[in-house]
């Protein structure tokens, strides 16, 4: 089974860029849709971005389209977000997932990541 394991948030101002990755273990990844969550305390967990297993069909929440990339790599086992243009209200915990099903609900993940958080300052 694939493990997840996220790396890159941090702390940035309002108006930079980060870069986040998902390395997974395993075989099987090139036949995973991948997704991205994030999540603020208290709240529930929002989509963010999600990619096809080939990486040809991708999805953005509308909060996020135009300002963050989601891409992979299937001969690196990786998943990566990047996200421009970050703006205070994107503070949160965010966490890549792995599922048979592209799409925006959390339900169709059946594999996470323990989360990084990503912090901007106004």
């Known amino acids: 089974q694939v493990q997840l394991v996220e790396s890159g948030g941090g702390l940035v101002q309002a108006g930079g860029s980060l870069r986040l990755s998902c390395a997974a273990s395993?075989?099987?990844?090139?036949?995973?849709?991948m997704g991205w969550f994030r999540q603020v305390p208290g709240k529930e967990r929002d989509f963010v971005a999600a990619i096809s297993s080939s990486g040809r069909t991708t999805y953005y929440a509308d909060s996020v389209k135009g300002r963050f990339t989601i891409s992979r790599d299937n001969a690196k086992s990786t998943v990566f977000l990047q996200m421009n243009s970050l703006k205070p209200e994107d503070t949160a915990v965010y966490s890549c997932?792995?599922?048979?099903?592209?799409?925006?609900?959390?339900?169709?993940?059946?594999?996470w990541g323990q989360g990084t958080q990503v912090t901007v300052s106004s």
């Open positions: 395993g075989r099987t990844f090139s036949s995973y849709t």
């Open positions: 997932a792995a599922g048979s099903w592209t799409g925006r609900d959390h339900r169709l993940y059946d594999i």
